[in-house]
Each structure stands twice: as C-alpha cells, then as structure tokens.
C-alpha cells in the first residue's frame, strides 16, 4: 500500500476501541538475510483504520479518544484480537492497550 493511503474498513468500533492494520515486518535484512515466518516477531506497531468515539465515566459523561484513524501506533505485544476480512488482517483493541503514538 502505498504511503499516504488510507484504508477503508467497514467496521465501527463501540466505546473506546480501535482497529488497527498491523505493519508488516521487513523480510529480508540489509546484509540479505532472509528471516523466515517461523522466526519473525508479532508485530506491535500499526496504523489506527477506525476508531470508537471513546469511553463512557461513571458519570456518563464521554471521554474523546486520544488516537485517531491515520494515526501510527504502538501496542502491546499480546494485545487486542486478530481479525481477518477478504485478505487483510487486523487487529481490534482497545486504547488503553496502546503504548504510544508514532510521530515522524
């Protein structure tokens, strides 16, 4: 996918989660090491494709999420759960899961 383009997902997240598309790990090393899928790590950073409008205090008032579609995030290791449509998969968690934001 080229840079810059963003991903239509037809999911709508409730409260405060979000759906994330996973970067994809490099699989070939600079020296040319070619790194088999058995060995690769889960990957723990990806781009938010749709996001909830937030979570609910106990006062019922609704606090805006912090991370936005477009946005690139870190997230925890096991976080969150895998899902699959057509060939994409992708990952829906929910924001207190996530780390941090990337910023360029």
Sequence with gaps: MPAGTKTKVNLEPLADRIVVKPVVQEEVLASGIVIPDTAKEKPQQGEVVAAGPGRRDDSGKLIPMEVKVGDRVLYAKYAGS???????????????????????
């Design 82 to 104: 895998e899902i699959k449509i057509g060939l994409d998969e992708y990952l829906v968690l929910s924001e207190k899961d996530v780390l941090a934001k990337v910023t360029s």
